[in-house]
């Protein structure tokens, strides 16, 4: 048998490969190295033999070959050139009685001793999987105004300003509870899923077919945004880390589309306070695709008359809906939409409507600058970042591993990413009221604070094209010490409303006046002296509509509600090419 030198040599170093016997015993590191063992592979001196070897081993450990071949073919390697190693020198000692390394680290130190013990190997554990980078410095959403962000890091130096005691509950399709920036907070995410659909909710490892219906990587974009673990020094930061999540899927098992009644469904859950975010879209206006752009005319979800009363019935019994207002570059001014975006046919549903802006991180495009597929008009209350947003799912971010529950994007997009950083937002303000009152501040107190503290829309034709200002949480912190404490909360039936909600009675916190609140004195701040901040003048926002809500049913848009009409509808899927942007 001839065998290549290449070969010769391989072999000759497998047998001389390793750790000298007295080189571990010499090291101060010997015994932590050997704390991390599986195996200890041994060679014997060619004068001893596997007997004596046999003969030291502890009880429940055994002796086998390194190389597991007949001896006739050890031989045969052995005989090809002169001066090769003999390989049936070399075993392997394994302790079949316990996976702790106690025994074999014994084992090994007592090897080492043997005179009949040529050289050791110390077989070392597999090392750990590759650690997921820690992305949060690209998230300069989190940042404050200079970097276009919403100043959530301050935030979180406010008591209740990591959204604590709050529940955000995402209207959508799916998400994968798995991953492993998500999956720690398992214990703060409900699913409601209505007691008569016996076969609940599709999961999101359901079969392929069912997920190309049901993106769950949306869904999972949307969480990592908003409460991605902050204490595990991996992957991304969520704006609100604190807050309680509940997932009201729009479409179960069981049935079509259950837009409306997944609000409710949230409403039924939670409590005053509590944030309903609507991440879904549908056309409107009667506007149509067109050949250059098929999700044209999309825009928010509350077109539809049973969505809007279902957003009525959440904001009057204290829930703050925020709604994505689309990716249709659909004018809620046109004169098409009949009136029912500018109070003249139908109110304002109080929800707060969030369009898309820039992130500001490419030179060709100002930041808070409106883009271009969002729809906009007087109706839109605030802005999002609706690209460049780093978050859980999707994948196709850096060498984005094949497990699903290690995925990360840095460009999801869209009204879809812009209306979680508002929600967010929302909550962490909403917590911070309820630990200095002890009770939230209302939906419309909510929007007016965000809106009127927040860094303003930027671009040319603002008032055409309108989609507000990006919150500013410093601020809005800030003013919030001086608002005149809320006097009324709509009345909910107690047997429904959570006891750790008190009754919102003005008289019964006297203390609870601004300069009773010495934390949040601006002077302790001088960061924020508004003078340096020139351009939040609150002038320059679009005021918000104060139409009261109709005390009788209102008028109701005959819009036929499809299945198809999903957030993703009309647009290329992303699962098709995951490092593709993502626009939904």
Same mark, same amino acid.
């Given at each position: 048998?001839?065998?290549?030198?290449?070969?010769? /040599?391989?072999?000759?170093?497998?047998?001389?490969?390793?750790?000298?016997?007295?080189?571990?015993?010499?090291?101060?590191?010997?015994?932590?190295?050997?704390?991390?063992?599986?195996?200890?592979?041994?060679?014997?001196?060619?004068?001893?033999?596997?007997?004596?070897?046999? $003969?030291?081993?502890?009880?429940?450990?055994?002796?086998?070959?390194?190389?597991?071949?007949?001896?006739?073919?050890?031989?045969?390697?052995?005989?090809? !050139?002169? +001066?090769?190693?003999?390989?049936?020198?070399?075993?392997?000692?394994?302790?079949?009685?316990?996976?702790? $390394?106690?025994?074999?680290?014994?084992?090994?130190?007592?090897?080492?001793?043997?005179?009949?013990?040529?050289?050791?190997?110390?077989?070392?554990?597999?090392?750990?999987?590759?650690?997921?980078?820690?992305?949060?410095?690209?998230?300069?959403?989190?940042?404050?105004?200079?970097?276009?962000?919403? #100043?959530?890091?301050?935030?979180?130096?406010?008591?209740?300003?990591?959204?604590?005691?709050?529940?955000?509950?995402?209207?959508?399709?799916?998400?994968?509870?798995?991953?492993?920036?998500?999956?720690?907070?398992?214990?703060?995410?409900?699913?409601?899923?209505?007691?008569?659909?016996?076969? +609940?909710?599709?999961?999101?490892?359901?079969?392929?077919?069912?997920?190309?219906?049901?993106?769950?990587?949306?869904?999972?974009?949307?969480?990592?945004?908003?409460?991605?673990?902050?204490?595990?020094?991996?992957?991304?930061?969520?704006?609100?880390?604190?807050?309680?999540?509940?997932?009201?899927?729009?479409? /179960?098992?069981?049935?079509?589309?259950?837009?409306?009644?997944?609000?409710?469904?949230?409403?039924?859950?939670?409590?005053?306070?509590?944030?309903?975010?609507?991440?879904?879209?549908?056309?409107?206006?009667?506007?149509? !695709?067109?050949?250059?752009?098929?999700?044209?005319?999309?825009?928010?979800?509350?077109?539809?008359?049973?969505?809007?009363?279902?957003?009525?019935?959440?904001?009057?019994? +204290?829930?703050?809906?925020?709604?994505?207002?689309?990716?249709?570059?659909?004018?809620?001014?046109?004169?098409?939409?009949?009136?029912?975006?500018?109070?003249?046919?139908?109110?304002?549903?109080?929800?707060?409507?969030?369009?898309?802006?820039?992130?500001?991180?490419?030179?060709?495009?100002?930041?808070?600058?409106?883009?271009?597929?969002?729809?906009?008009?007087?109706?839109?209350?605030? $802005?999002?970042?609706?690209?460049?947003?780093?978050?859980?799912?999707?994948?196709?971010?850096?060498?984005?591993?094949?497990?699903?529950?290690?995925?990360?994007?840095?460009?999801?997009?869209?009204?879809?990413?812009?209306?979680?950083?508002?929600?967010?937002?929302?909550? #962490?303000?909403?917590?911070?009221?309820?630990?200095?009152?002890?009770?939230?501040?209302?939906?419309?107190?909510?929007?007016?604070?965000?809106?009127?503290?927040?860094?303003?829309?930027?671009?040319?034709?603002?008032?055409?094209?309108?989609?507000?200002?990006?919150?500013?949480?410093?601020?809005?912190?800030? !003013?919030?010490?001086?608002? #005149?404490?809320?006097?009324?909360?709509?009345?909910?039936?107690?047997?429904?409303?959570?006891?750790?909600?008190?009754?919102?009675?003005?008289?019964?916190?006297?203390?609870?006046?601004?300069?009773?609140?010495?934390?949040? #004195?601006?002077?302790? /701040?001088?960061? /924020?002296?508004?003078?340096?901040?020139?351009?939040?003048?609150?002038?320059?926002?679009?005021?918000?509509?104060?139409?009261?809500?109709?005390?009788?049913?209102?008028?109701?848009?005959?819009?036929?509600?499809?299945?198809?009409?999903?957030?993703?509808?009309?647009?290329?899927?992303?699962?098709?090419?995951?490092?593709?942007?993502?626009?939904?």
């Amino acid at each position: 048998m001839k065998f290549s030198s290449s070969i010769v /040599l391989f072999l000759s170093a497998i047998a001389t490969s390793g750790v000298r016997a007295d080189a571990v015993q010499d090291s101060p590191k010997a015994v932590s190295r050997l704390q991390g063992i599986s195996e200890v592979h041994v060679k014997i001196k060619s004068s001893s033999d596997k007997n004596s070897l046999e $003969q030291s081993l502890l009880p429940n450990q055994r002796l086998i070959p390194l190389f597991n071949f007949k001896k006739s073919v050890l031989e045969n390697l052995r005989n090809a !050139a002169p +001066g090769l190693p003999d390989l049936t020198l070399w075993f392997k000692i394994i302790d079949e009685s316990s996976k702790e $390394q106690g025994d074999i680290t014994v084992l090994s130190n007592n090897i080492l001793a043997n005179d009949f013990v040529e050289e050791t190997y110390i077989e070392e554990t597999q090392p750990p999987p590759q650690m997921t980078p820690d992305f949060t410095g690209r998230q300069t959403y989190l940042r404050p105004i200079m970097e276009n962000g919403i #100043n959530a890091e301050f935030s979180w130096t406010v008591p209740g300003g990591t959204g604590k005691g709050i529940t955000i509950y995402d209207v959508e399709y799916n998400w994968n509870q798995n991953h492993e920036d998500l999956k720690t907070k398992i214990g703060n995410i409900k699913m409601l899923v209505p007691e008569d659909d016996s076969q +609940g909710f599709p999961d999101f490892n359901d079969s392929v077919a069912n997920q190309e219906n049901i993106d769950g990587d949306h869904g999972t974009a949307v969480l990592g945004e908003m409460i991605s673990d902050p204490t595990n020094n991996l992957g991304v930061r969520g704006i609100s880390p604190d807050a309680n999540i509940g997932l009201a899927p729009e479409y /179960l098992t069981k049935g079509f589309s259950k837009r409306a009644e997944a609000i409710i469904r949230a409403c039924e859950d939670g409590k005053p306070g509590d944030i309903i975010l609507l991440e879904m879209q549908t056309r409107v206006c009667g506007f149509l !695709a067109t050949q250059n752009n098929p999700s044209f005319g999309f825009g928010p979800a509350e077109e539809r008359g049973d969505v809007y009363d279902a957003i009525v019935t959440a904001v009057g019994n +204290g829930f703050v809906v925020v709604a994505a207002a689309g990716n249709g570059s659909a004018n809620l001014d046109d004169p098409a939409c009949g009136g029912r975006y500018d109070g003249t046919v139908r109110a304002d549903s109080g929800a707060i409507m969030v369009g898309a802006g820039s992130s500001g991180k490419f030179f060709f495009q100002q930041a808070r600058e409106r883009l271009d597929f969002s729809s906009f008009g007087s109706r839109v209350n605030l $802005q999002g970042w609706g690209n460049d947003v780093y978050t859980t799912g999707y994948g196709g971010f850096l060498d984005s591993p094949p497990d699903i529950n290690r995925q990360y994007t840095g460009s999801f997009s869209g009204t879809s990413s812009a209306s979680p950083i508002v929600a967010a937002a929302a909550a #962490n303000l909403q917590g911070i009221a309820i630990a200095r009152f002890g009770v939230p501040l209302t939906p419309r107190e909510i929007r007016r604070l965000l809106v009127d503290t927040g860094i303003p829309q930027t671009g040319t034709n603002i008032a055409n094209f309108n989609i507000g200002p990006l919150p500013n949480l410093l601020q809005a912190i800030n !003013a919030l010490q001086n608002m #005149n404490f809320p006097t009324s909360i709509p009345t909910r039936n107690p047997s429904v409303v959570p006891t750790s909600i008190p009754t919102r009675n003005p008289s019964s916190f006297p203390s609870f006046s601004p300069s009773s609140l010495p934390s949040l #004195n601006p002077s302790s /701040l001088p960061s /924020l002296n508004p003078s340096s901040l020139p351009s939040l003048n609150p002038s320059s926002v679009p005021s918000l509509r104060t139409t009261l809500l109709p005390s009788s049913a209102p008028v109701k848009v005959l819009t036929k509600a499809k299945k198809s009409n999903k957030f993703k509808k009309g647009k290329k899927k992303t699962k098709k090419n995951k490092a593709k942007k993502i626009t939904n």
